[in-house]
Every structure is written in structure tokens, then in C-alpha cells.
């Protein structure tokens, strides 16, 4: 077996272009990116509220001075 070399890419990305046309990939591209950008929202969202989570469970649960018996 032969390994992939720069002509072999450059006939695969030759065919692709043909097979799908310049819009179309240009199209899968912005929504690829659009894609990315909303797993990444995702994740820092869900970092937040992990965050504010554990802020939660670590506040002071000490009695007051009403609740003592």
C-alpha cells in the first residue's frame, strides 16, 4: 500500500469541490463553526452552574440565635 501523499489530498479535495460545489462547503463550514460555538457556550454554561452549585452547598447552614431550643 502507498501512503497519502500532497498529490492525493489535493485530488480529494478537487472531487469534494466538484461533488458539493463551492456554496455548499462554504455552507457546511458556517455551520460546522456555528456548531463548535455553541458546544463550547454549552460547556461554560454548564461550568456555571456547576460553579454555582457547589457556592450553594458550601454556604454557612449555622444556626441562628432564634433556632436554638
Not at 24 to 37: F, N, V, W
Not at 53 to 68: G, L, M, N, Y
Request: hydrophobic share 45%; no cysteine; net charge positive.
Amino acid at each position: 500500500m502507498s501512503q497519502i501523499g500532497p498529490w492525493s489530498f489535493l485530488l480529494i479535495a478537487i472531487v469534494v469541490l466538484v461533488l458539493f460545489g463551492k456554496g455548499k462547503i462554504a455552507g457546511m463550514m458556517g455551520e460546522l463553526g456555528k456548531g463548535i460555538t455553541a458546544f463550547k457556550r454549552g460547556v461554560s454554561d454548564g461550568t456555571k452552574e456547576l460553579d454555582d452549585a457547589k457556592v450553594e452547598a458550601a454556604r454557612d447552614v449555622t444556626p441562628s440565635d432564634k433556632d436554638k431550643v
